[in-house]
């Protein structure tokens, strides 16, 4: 727990059209106060301004647009005004201005409206978003502001297991050695973590344990899927006896077909087929190669052509954004130039006040230290006033050469663009006309199929086609003699083979039924390692709950918790419930004083360890009598029905405030 404690007590806080509050100041002092006020009269905005001051937030989480951080006027969003928060606290000022932006679209007057924007302030110093959020979270982060703040938060809105992380925190550093000590089932728990987390490895055990029994559920199924597959088998060293005679006997067969296709004028025939087709083949090569050699010296052309186009034109694109960047900033100038002389008229155009005092300073109107009569304060306004047009011309002068200066490089700059874009259209112009010179030269080429050399080859080759044909129509009788006698012994051969096939495989499924068999055994060792090894976790768990709830509950006056719920079956399911002295749970038999009674006393003690002091705002505090004893600074919200306007009571002063 902290030893040193930060106080972010609240001085005072200050709303301006804030959620239809349009001017209230809360003066504490660092002190507790009671707010009183009828129903929607403003007072849970107060606790809505805080939380928005430093997270952009309402208490229900919500942004500025969906919590409605505008002022409504019968019904109607007041537009154009600043909706203002602004808290000092012991030892800081917060200070955020959400407004409304408006611009003017150019060569028009009229002002659109564009978005929001928000000011920071810290001690009164205009800080950038990201700074200002940064500072904040120095202070307190949005998580234990919420904790620190909201009195349901930690019992009812936080997850159990971030209260259940917070709680052991809390409790303080423990030993695994500690908790076993004693315990001979738990010795165990170090060896079966085995360097993991302790969720790491129940999520692996159970990942386990759900495939371990899913492989044990599916195995018999697999055993007789195996079993349905065992075929008959007879007579299986006859038909590999009969494959060897019958494979033989094939083969010479398979001899003579190859002989009779081999024999004769056909094979002398098909030879000079493939010489013919070699010379065809070899003019389609020189014929191509000719025309490679043609084109090559346009297509190089053409490449370098293209090349420089390229270049041309990203040359072109460049000075495009170039001319495009210098006319921005020319248009800046300009703009900058029309301000400034707009000043500097006003600035001539400045008098003296004649209504100056002697006891009124004429430049801020403020009481002076020392008299200064009218003649001195004329002077002085004059020479001020000297100085300032003097400074204003200037800057004139300066932005006006500036101006002069960019016009010359938008001149010099449009000059090359439009040297580029001739040279880019003569270079299209050259590409274009080497195209059409390739596309005429290939129109005239004739076809290599069409060239008579090729055609005189191709009537040589359909002659020697033809008398192939006759020649073959003879050997085709005699091959398919064989070849039926080939296909008849391949019959016969396939039977047997089948026979053997059938013993292959039925030796492959009984040896998957024995090992599918080990499988179960191997399976179910395993199961039950994985379950005794969740069993030792469950009981650490236990144990350690049991440990972490003794010394959790020695931390808060009046409030108990619930760290683990045995189950029917004698198992242990963690919780983090939120009890009352009396044992009742937190989100079952509390009522709502009760509830705000155990939240502030969470709160204190949880003030005490992060060591820091946040105001507390209490909502529906009618309903408490007294709240516990504690070292916050309470803001108590009570609906009062009769207070249409909110009404303030400090409580240690007892006064009514405005």
């Not at 053409?302 to 001319?323: F, G, P, Y």
């Not at 068999?517 to 768990?541: A, H, M």
Request: hydrophobic share 35%.
């Amino acid at each position: 727990m902290s030893t040193t404690k930060t106080n972010m007590l609240l001085r005072d806080m200050k709303l301006r059209n804030f959620k239809g509050i349009r001017s209230f100041d809360l003066e504490l002092n660092e002190n507790s106060a009671v707010v009183y006020g009828a129903n929607e009269s403003g007072k849970t905005t107060l606790n809505d301004a805080l939380t928005y001051l430093l997270f952009d937030k309402d208490t229900q989480n919500r942004g500025p647009l969906k919590f409605g951080i505008k002022t409504l006027v019968d019904g109607q969003v007041l537009n154009g005004v600043e909706h203002t928060v602004e808290a000092t606290f012991c030892n800081v000022k917060l200070k955020k201005i959400y407004k409304e932006n408006y611009t003017k679209k150019r060569g028009t007057n009229k002002e659109n409206f564009t978005g929001h924007t928000v000011d920071y302030f810290i001690d009164d110093v205009p800080k950038g978003s990201g700074e200002y959020k940064g500072e904040v979270e120095k202070i307190v982060s949005e998580e234990v502001f919420k904790m620190l703040t909201i009195p349901n938060y930690f019992a009812e809105i936080m997850h159990w297991t971030d209260r259940r992380a917070m709680l052991v925190m809390l409790a303080g550093d423990y030993s695994v050695e500690e908790i076993i000590a004693n315990k001979i089932e738990l010795q165990r728990y170090p060896e079966i973590l085995d360097g993991k987390t302790e969720d790491d490895r129940v999520t692996i055990l159970k990942g386990l344990k759900k495939e371990y029994k899913k492989e044990i559920k599916g195995i018999p199924e697999r055993i007789d899927e195996n079993t349905l597959l065992l075929k008959d088998v007879e007579g299986f060293e006859e038909a590999e006896k009969q494959i060897e005679l019958l494979t033989e006997r094939q083969s010479k067969i398979k001899g003579k077909i190859q002989q009779v296709k081999d024999g004769g004028i056909v094979a002398e025939l098909r030879n000079q087929i493939t010489e013919l087709e070699g010379k065809q083949i070899a003019l389609k090569n020189n014929h191509a190669s000719n025309q490679s050699n043609e084109f090559e010296e346009l297509e190089k052309k053409k490449a370098e052509l293209r090349t420089e186009l390229s270049k041309v034109t990203n040359q072109a694109n460049d000075l495009a954004n170039d001319l495009s960047n210098v006319k921005f900033k020319q248009s800046v100038s300009a703009k900058k130039l029309e301000g400034i002389k707009e000043g500097l008229k006003k600035l001539r155009e400045s008098k003296p006040n004649e209504d100056v005092g002697e006891e009124l300073c004429a430049m801020c109107g403020q009481p002076t230290e020392a008299e200064q009569s009218y003649e001195e304060y004329v002077e002085g306004f004059n020479a001020k006033k000297a100085t300032e047009i003097k400074a204003d011309e200037g800057l004139v002068a300066d932005i006006e050469a500036d101006i002069v200066s960019l016009q010359s490089e938008i001149d010099r700059i449009t000059k090359e663009g439009k040297e580029l874009e001739a040279r880019e259209s003569e270079l299209k112009k050259e590409i274009a006309g080497i195209q059409e010179t390739i596309n005429n030269q290939q129109r005239s080429i004739t076809p290599v199929v069409e060239t008579e050399e090729y055609k005189a080859i191709d009537v040589e080759i359909s002659t020697i086609k033809k008398k192939i044909e006759n020649e073959s129509e003879e050997q085709s009788g005699r091959i398919k003699t064989l070849q039926d006698e080939v296909d008849k012994i391949q019959a016969e051969i396939d039977a047997h083979k089948e026979i053997i096939d059938n013993k292959k495989l039925n030796d492959q499924y009984n040896q998957r039924i024995v090992e599918l068999r080990e499988e179960i055994d191997s399976y179910t060792d395993k199961l039950e390692e994985v379950e005794n090894d969740l069993f030792i976790i469950e009981k650490f768990v236990r144990a350690r709950s049991e440990y972490i709830t003794g010394v959790v509950n020695t931390k808060f006056d009046g409030v108990e918790f619930r760290m683990f719920k045995e189950q029917v079956n004698g198992g242990v399911d963690e919780c983090c419930d939120v009890l009352g002295k009396n044992g009742v749970a937190y989100s079952e038999g509390m009522n709502n004083a009760q509830r705000i009674q155990i939240g502030v006393r969470i709160i204190d003690t949880l003030s005490k360890h992060f060591g820091i002091s946040l105001p507390l705002f209490i909502d529906n505090r009618e309903s408490v009598t007294k709240l516990p004893e504690n070292d916050l600074q309470t803001i108590s919200l009570v609906v009062s029905p009769e207070d249409k306007k909110l009404r303030v009571e400090l409580e240690q002063e007892e006064a009514v405030l405005a």
